[in-house]
């Protein structure tokens, strides 16, 4: 008995070391224990308005002790934050005055960035501070500070400001609610208790999805409702989650990622260019593995959140990936920055003034020369195009504003310019392909032909891997491009030629954001000045390796090798590419089975899962965000 009682203790106490994870059998007894009792307010009598605020208010208090678990005290921040952004909206619905009304949305805003940026952004801002005017200022925890003045006691460590985890995604959240009530999409929540219920709503606290206020807000005052299918589609939610991250993500980044990116040089130029391949797959499952189980958890106790990921290795080009990859962040910069900064319409002086101050920022902090020439080239370009061809000023204004939120977006998932970087190779590529897709054949020839021919004399010159992987990249493109302009030739290769083009451009596109994904993973997880450091060493290290000679004979005994990773990675793909209705038609049957059936493909699964638990669990790389 008293173990028992110890290891409930233990359950609902804060430990740093032992948060509530869903690959933890910790959680699922808590989330038992929570649901245990939340169908007590569900069950047995009709939705009154008191029991729906009693059972709000549960989920509300039960997401605070689960956000407690994870972050112990920065509780309190989540706490202040659901009750700014319930008073503003309380606020801005009980005036008429319209200049009022946008004073108060500013101020929330404001404050919710304020904050984000103080826990986040801290230390890289200081940081660029001190690189620009050579300084030496540290960073002080000025909360530290005042908590243990108030406490006359030294408990609280002043000289670091940790970051709270899932903190960009319910600011996030409240910044939408606040502006969503501001342009009367939704009507202010009126009650503490319910709006404390949206803003930390446990399943996906603190990695998403993240919860428009129009789409959740609507869901607080629905009654339960837990059918016989969606019960079944919840489990297979949980279930498929629970493989992508333990059977995919933590076996591919065990047994091969982990082992290349931490010593490039040590692994041949196959080897590096799988390690970026295999840890999109890693990345991918490891996320849409966390959104899956957050759906079907959220889906248990009657909720629905959104689809956050809809195979986004389907994608045919860049802006086909980012509609469906980490969808609600996607959509929220275009509803939030990307239309505000004046989207297709037009661009003003502040989309100009963040892609100039951005790169300026960078030319200084990173003391790279190749790239402060590249930064003024491109400023450059923009002035005089923006002043010479005043007709291309809406096209160049949407094309300024695509790239500003690509890169605020890089900045929103670390505070260092190596996400920043990954962001602006992002929006670089989503402008290359719109420019790409309005040009003629013989355009498009020409341009692979003589970038081709350029880059072969070049790296033939002087024997750079970058030039040389350019030119690889351009030499198989321009390849490729020669292929489907002959099929497009010949009338009776039309329907080949359609297969093949699709099939060719979302094989490119799975590349290229590999390939950004440099940036991503090697600053992650770092502190925002050793990560850049990191970043970049890293990037060049596995840039020289992949764009040195290949041994191609070597192939198949590497994949031998790695088998297992391999074949994981192949399965995982041919999944992914599985038709949409194929996969909607076996969850359904799933759902559908007798529960005695369902229960054995439950216990097998979990026995199959255990058998991939490594000793050390992975966290969800998401969590960092």
């Known amino acids: 008995m008293n173990d028992i009682l ?16 869903f690959t933890q059998i910790h959680f699922w007894v808590f989330f038992l224990i929570v649901f245990a009792v939340y169908t007590l307010f569900c069950t047995g009598r009709p939705l009154t308005k008191h029991r729906r605020v009693a059972r709000n208010a549960y989920l509300f208090a039960v997401s605070l002790l689960f956000y407690y678990k994870t972050s112990g005290l920065f509780v309190l921040l989540l706490v202040f934050s659901t ?43 200081t ?29 609280f460590d002043a000289a670091v400001i940790l970051l709270p985890v899932g903190i960009s995604f319910f600011t996030f959240q409240n910044i939408s609610y606040i502006v969503d009530v501001y342009k009367r999409k939704i009507a202010h929540v009126g009650n503490i208790l319910d709006f404390g219920f949206y803003t930390s709503f446990f399943p996906q606290l603190v990695a998403g999805p993240i919860l428009r206020a129009d789409q959740f807000v609507p869901q607080l005052y629905k009654p339960f409702f837990l059918g016989r299918r969606q019960f079944g589609i919840a489990v297979f939610w949980i279930l498929n989650g629970l493989v ?62 959104p689809i956050n990921f809809n195979s986004p290795y389907k994608a045919t080009n860049p802006t086909d990936f980012w509609r469906r990859w980490h969808m609600s962040l996607s959509r929220w910069l275009r509803d939030y920055l990307y239309i505000p900064l004046g989207g297709n319409r037009s661009a003003g002086f502040l989309s100009y003034f963040i892609l100039a101050a951005i790169l300026a920022i960078a030319s200084f902090r990173l ?25 291309h000023r809406k096209t160049l204004g949407t094309n300024v504003n695509n790239m500003d939120t690509m ?48 880059l072969a004399i070049a790296s033939h010159t002087t024997d750079l891997p970058l030039l040389n992987l350019l030119y690889y990249c351009s030499f198989i493109l321009l390849a490729g491009f020669t292929v489907i302009y ?75 090798h790695y088998w297992a990773p391999f074949l994981l990675f192949s399965v995982g793909m041919a999944i992914h590419w599985l038709p949409v209705r194929f996969k909607r038609r076996y969850r359904l049957w799933f759902a559908q089975m007798p529960l005695w059936l369902m229960a054995i493909v439950v216990i097998v699964t ?18 960092q965000f």
């Open 6 to 21: 110890t290891y409930f203790g233990q359950l609902f106490s804060f430990d740093s070391s032992h948060p509530l994870l």
């Open 83 to 125: 009750l700014l952004g319930w008073w503003l909206g309380i606020r801005m619905d009980s005036t008429h005055s319209q200049p009022r009304r946008k004073a108060l949305m500013a101020t929330g805003v404001t404050v919710n960035l304020l904050v984000l940026c103080y826990f986040k952004y801290a230390y890289f801002f």
């Open 127 to 155: 940081d660029i501070y001190n690189a620009t005017f050579g300084t030496n200022l540290t960073v002080v925890n000025h909360l530290a500070v005042w908590a243990n003045n108030a406490f006359n006691t030294n408990h």
């Open 244 to 305: 992508k991250k333990l059977v995919l993500s933590d076996y591919l980044a065990v047994n091969f990622v982990d082992r290349i990116f931490e010593n490039p040089t040590l692994y041949t130029p196959f080897e590096n260019f799988s390690a970026l391949m295999l840890y999109s797959m890693q990345v991918y499952a490891d996320f849409s593995g966390y959104t899956d189980i957050a759906i079907g958890v959220a889906m248990m106790m009657g909720f629905y959140l």
């Open 367 to 391: 003391h790279n020369v190749a790239f402060s020439v590249v930064a003024a080239t491109v400023v450059a370009l923009v002035a005089l195009l923006y002043f010479l061809r005043p007709s």
């Open 407 to 454: 890169l605020l977006g890089g900045l929103w998932h670390g505070a260092s310019f190596n996400f920043i970087t990954w962001g602006g190779l992002n929006g670089l590529g989503i402008l290359v392909y719109k420019w790409w897709s309005k040009r003629t054949w013989r355009t498009r020839f020409l341009v692979l032909f003589l970038v081709t021919a350029a």
């Open 486 to 560: 002959l099929l497009n030739r010949f009338s009776k290769f039309s329907i080949l030629n359609s297969q093949f083009s699709i099939v060719w451009a979302t094989l490119l596109t799975f590349v290229f954001i590999s390939f950004t994904r440099l940036f991503f993973r090697s600053g992650s997880n770092l502190d925002p000045a050793e990560a850049n450091e990191v970043a970049w060493m890293t990037a060049s290290l596995m840039v020289g390796q992949i764009g040195s000679h290949w041994q191609l004979a070597q192939i198949p005994a590497i994949i031998g």
């Open 606 to 623: 979990v026995f199959v899962l255990y058998q991939f638990v490594t000793a050390d669990l992975q966290p969800f790389i998401y969590f």
